[in-house]
């Protein structure tokens, strides 16, 4: 009989006190976070994401469930959001947008392989590659993030807690010191954001 797989939630740091207590806690905690991330790597992530639009390269992003929807967020903002009529657009696909390609891939050949599969499918050399995985550890997302790189697809990946696999394959690595799926979470939310308006006020600034 198999095991039930451990729920990640208990690798959480967990907040005690007060319900006043943990906000303030989860505050600290994730204002720790976001500014423990380099911004000179979020300046390079920034400067591959610059790159591959004006080579009119597309961005592919991965991550699975709150990530997933991260991804999603993020095609949404860094493709409409910094949309000016003088510059390129970034292009950008979520790939568990299209659910029935991504549960035919899972089906027939497994979930490790549904993003590499696609990456395989759909990436080119003047591409890249946004992975998003809290723990860094996610066998599917690595296993993108190795085919990206065997298409020589640069990758910037977005990680928690030690950063994992993820922290260390990454060309740009956004990692959240932090121990709570939550509040890694957040940060990347946060970092989506800063990214996204980061280019929108060069664009409409001229900076």
Known sequence: MS????????????????????????ADRYAQG???VSASEIQKAIDLILACTSRRGMIWVVGNGGSSAIAD?????WTKGTHHAQHPTIRSVSLSSNVALLTALAN?????????TQVKF??????????????GNSDNI??????????SVPV???????????????DVSL?????NYGIVEDVHQSLMHIIAQSIARQRDHGK
Do not use: M, W
């Open 142 to 151: 690595i296993a993108a993030v190795g085919e990206a790189r065997a298409r």
């Open 3 to 26: 095991q039930t797989p451990q729920d990640p939630r208990s690798k959480n740091e967990i907040f005690q006190g007060s319900l006043e207590s943990v906000v303030a806690q989860y």
């Open 73 to 77: 967020h993020l095609c949404c903002d």
């Open 34 to 36: 976001l500014k423990a």
């Open 156 to 170: 910037i990946g977005l990680s928690g807690f030690s950063g994992g696999r993820l922290r260390e394959l990454a």
């Open 122 to 135: 759909y990436a080119q050399s003047s591409d890249l590659l946004i992975a998003i995985s809290s723990s």
């Open 175 to 179: 990692h959240v010191p932090v121990n």
């Open 108 to 116: 027939d050949f497994s979930f490790g392989e549904a993003y590499a």
